[in-house]
């Protein structure tokens, strides 16, 4: 593991339930997939749940995590053929070697902890390779922002009329789309009835096994415009 301890730690506990949200990871990555390159920056890489996942698809991936308790979970999670191809680094986006350059540089369920959102996609977009791609994934709807989310540290979530704001120099938006259209309605009856600010393992285990499934048949036939989370790819010139 490289870099050095920081005072980060990071505050929200759902890490690992959500972890156990396979078909959900399984789904939204399919989108990412034909965006990942062989030089690959995650950035917020919490556990390892999404390193674990895709870093084989990579020549070179770089895992940063600005929390040293989960930066160690996470080396400590990578089996050795991951291994092979996973640097791990704690810290944030300005600690990267600034002579590298990615050819994907993604946040998973990150931005929405960055007050400074605009700034850290600028930082990003900086370091990408000419042709490289952008990748966000992030809750969406602000309208439904719950007890969860201000409980897990998320500033904010996304929508399509965000994008105009989150303006990338030598960049170009190749992707909006929207997902799980079925778990919209779970997220918006916790914000207005519910309230509640973590879900139980039997209610991620719903969502997963019963509300994933659906979501995969009525995204389409919505054509990705609704859904409780928003997928964002942008392309350096």
Not at 143 to 170: C, T
Request: proline residues 4%; aromatic residues 10%.
């Amino acid at each position: 593991m490289n870099g050095q301890h920081n005072e980060y730690s990071y505050i929200g506990s759902e890490l690992q339930l959500f972890a156990n949200a396979t078909k959900w990871r399984a789904y939204w990555s399919s989108f990412v997939i034909p965006f990942l390159g062989e030089n690959v920056l995650e950035v917020g890489a919490g556990i390892g749940t999404l390193t674990n996942l895709h870093a084989r698809r990579a020549r070179e991936w770089l895992a940063l995590e600005p929390d040293p308790v989960l930066a160690l979970k996470l080396s400590e999670s990578l089996d050795s053929i991951t291994t092979q191809h996973v640097t791990t680094q704690v810290g944030e986006i300005d600690a990267v070697d600034p002579n590298l350059r990615f050819s994907s540089i993604i946040y998973a369920d990150v931005l929405e902890h960055i007050e400074a959102d605009e700034a850290e996609l600028k930082k990003a977009a900086e370091r990408l390779l000419p042709g490289g791609f952008l990748i966000v994934m992030a809750p969406a709807h602000n309208s439904i922002y719950s007890e969860f989310d201000r409980s897990v540290g998320h500033f904010r979530r996304y929508s399509a009329k965000d994008i105009p704001r989150l303006n990338l120099p030598n960049a170009d938006l190749v992707l909006t789309q929207y997902l799980d259209s079925a778990g919209l309605l779970a997220s918006t009856a916790n914000r207005f009835l519910l309230h509640s600010d973590m879900p139980s393992e039997r209610q991620i285990a719903f969502w997963d096994n019963k509300l994933i499934p659906l979501s995969q048949a009525f995204d389409r036939l919505l054509k990705f415009k609704l859904g409780k989370s928003i997928l964002i790819v942008w392309k350096h010139r």
